[in-house]
């Protein structure tokens, strides 16, 4: 185990601490083991003899040293370290023994000590005697410790430095090269390294970053090579690849030393300063200029550093840092092509400048221009032309090129140069543009152009044919409309009108949160016709969401109708379904194709296609449609007869015209009665009108059933309840007659009240007319039922007993069961919703409603809603609505252990609703967590002035995706017009 470097007395041994408590054998640290080690000699006062032989010079620089040694003592080893530093420092490291085999045990010097100056060492070790002798190898330890010279590996001339690990290597840093850094000035910690974000050749390359605007000091580094051996040339040329952003705000220089590696040791002279970055350089890679080392031919050991000084200044990466023997460099200007383009048929002359950058004179050179385009002639083919020396710039041509008659237009011909010698070869490229080459042309109006990605291809944008980068992050930081050309002529073949298997597009996205900009244009010009992007603008997301915009443009496509025969879907039924979509853009590019794909898991039977789908064009719509598609076969389904819960069937619908796929959600209702939400409704009838609410102790009173039908369907016939008293405590519970019948209730649809906005409040508005029931009849779809009075009574109990109830529905096909609990001396309570709130769509939040339940008593109101998860009211906030008709009035709010009283008001104008808060709550307004899982809400409504009026309820919970609830209940309270209906 190697420690961390530390400072420690000039005497290790006083830092010595416990023996370690591992057992001791192969691999493990030195300890105390019974099994292997004699147990302590309390005479024992000498410490353990240390027998190793001194660590040989010449270690390799920057290679960790093993280090191995012979440990003895009658009382055992309790301990033994390795240390090590640099000489002439207080700083030692210390590296742990491990035992192998018998006495022999073995540790390491790292790698990061053995540098130029070599290594200061000695070993110390303790016995296992009660006195915990030490000794140490040398003697004297720390105060004379012994030392091993190092030895660097000399670099063979030529030499070639890309930075790059060989194959299999994993770690990888700037040292693993050769290379190493020095830092004279400002330490970032990331001084010289290596870098894989940009490379000449290779993955890596050698690089040093602009730094930091907060720097409290200058950079000064030195990027030094490996020794160079220059003992046996008798000239030697230094050359580069680089790439610079902003060179002109950091200082360069290039210096050799003969001697020692670091910069602080004086032995450097300076060579170039300041060393000029290429002017090709400037954001992207280039040759550098040529260094002349003859002066240090003969020496066995150069070192080359470039240094880097300034603050805030360039980003400088290095690559192929060769060393060999001087050669000329012809370097190419950009061709010249007089004129600039021809027609098929047509003839250009092409005139080539070259300047030698090299050390040395080029031998006499031939000069080949060729192009592989078979209908292009080249005259003449070849041309001779004298050496050129350094510094020299010579012309080469005219070439004649010659386009045949029959050639393609508005494309590019692609032109091979060549220049050789009797050694090199020199290469070159251009191109003669025949015609008017097709060119992307796109126009962005954004607030900053570098925070724009922009990126232009064909094929699906997922898995492109083609992909150019037309910006990233390399833009001026101005706002502003930014226009971009972009020669595509490479890719003709997939231009339009050509481009029925390859669409364009156009994908943009802004990687800043918080701007805004828009695609203003997207364009493709061949020859003289142009093919536009058509439902432009469009706005570009400012939360990194790509916008991605086609030529030819691509359809969109809306669900139309989605029919089923026989209608409506029902369990256990053979269904034809037909389906009608919606383009509202671009017409599709090849035949259509659809596919019908079940998402529910209860469709036991599925004939979806592939089938055949029309496409109607169409002229004008005033909602934009440009186009209708449908089948004329249908596809065919069944539901499987298990399915009687009400909720739809979804399927997904995949659309393809050859080139793009498109997912179409289709929703199909299949409706069936369901009932659901039972309540118990306490009435005495001892007066006219009277009522208290509860079953009392030694009563007997009356009992209304209430259930509601949240199906689609309306129950098959007149349901009847059977009710069946499970058990009472004890209090001798009775029930006349056990069978009521449910009639619609017609209080369940009419959702409209006398408005409190008109009406004065009052605590004693008289009660409601009575309403007739109706003679009978199916309970409908969404509407509610209740019975006539039952009468149930108890012979006996006290307050608090439980009468528990079984009550079982039937319509004469479908049978409902559901338990319900009346306690003596309480108001029974009853649900909200005719089901619970779904599991899991709370996003997250700790409120996760299950279910609502309410009890009214005279006008006193407790609602009571449940969790699936435990919560803490302290740390959380939830909403109970209250209103005279379903939609939003009041709400009591349980704000982190707070109950406050909210009313909702709309401006008449703007029709913008929001809550406002009253200071001054009722004092019947109260707030209760009743549990981990439970909160109760209450209040008196004649304080609020809904007595005598339908009641309504919901609540919501949290606060998530920018200011809506985390979750309802119901679900449709989101709206603020979907409250649920209370029974009293």
Known sequence: MTRTPRKVPVSPALMLGAAITAAAGCGQPVADDDSATPAPVAADTDGPTISMSPIPDGQPLDTSVPVTVRLADPSGISNAFLYYRAPGTDYWGSSDFVRQEDDRYASEIPAAFVQHDGVDYYVEASDGSVNHNTSAWPDAGAASPEHFATEEVSGQFPYVATFDPPGGTEAWALEDTGWRGYVAGFDDGDNWHLCEDSSQSGAYSACHDHGSPYQTSPFLDYLVSPPIDLSNTAAADLFWTEFADYSRYAQHQLLVSTGHPNPASGDYVVLLDPLPVAPEAEGSWARSLHVDLSPFAGEPVVYIAFSYSGMWGDDWYLDDITIAEPTADLRFDDPVVEPGKTDPGGMVRLTIDVENAGLVASSLLTAVVTSPDGQVTVSPQEMALPGVAPGERVSVGPFEILVDAAHAEDVYIPVAITLSDDTNTWQDETRIQVGQPPVARIDISHEFEDDLQVYLGYGPPADPDLRITVQEDEGED?????????????????????????RWFLEVWDDSIGNTGRIEAFQIQIGGELYVCTGLPEPI????????????????????????????????????????????????????????????????????????????????????????????LPFRFRVADTHVDSTPVLFNLLITDEVDIWSVPIVVDVPYPVLGGLGL???DTSGKGATDSALEPGETTGLRLRVRNSGGLPTFAQVEAHVRILSDDGAGAYLEPTTAVLYPDPREDDGVSPNPETTPPSSSSPAPTPTLLPPGGPIPAGGGGKSDLLSIGVSSGSPGDRVELEVTLSDGTLEWMERRTLVLSETPWNPLTASDDPQGDA??????FAAGTFRLSGSLLDMGWTSHATFDIDDTYLYGFISSRAEYQYAIVFVYGEARLYRWYEDDTTGIGYWYRRYSPPASLSAVQASDTQVVLSIDLADIGLTGAALFGGASAGACDGGSACDYAPDSASTGEGLTRFHW
């Open 681 to 683: 409704e306490i009435e």
């Open 478 to 502: 101005s706002s502003g409309t930014f226009h971009w050309d972009v020669d595509i002529s490479g890719y003709a073949s997939a231009l339009p009108p050509n481009s029925t298997s390859n």
């Open 541 to 632: 997301p400012d939360d990194g969401t790509p916008v991605i915009v086609y030529i030819p443009g691509r359809p969109e496509l809306e669900l139309r109708t989605a029919a089923v025969d026989p209608a409506p879907a029902a369990p256990g039924a053979t269904e034809e379904l037909r389906v009608i979509l919606n383009n509202t853009s671009s017409p599709p590019q090849g035949t259509l194709t659809g596919e019908l794909h079940g998402v529910s898991t209860d469709i036991d039977m599925l004939e979806g296609g592939p089938m055949t789908m029309t496409y109607t064009a169409v002229d004008s719509s005033d909602d934009g449609t440009t186009g209708i598609i449908s089948h004329d």
């Open 843 to 848: 996003d997250d939040y700790p409120i996760d």
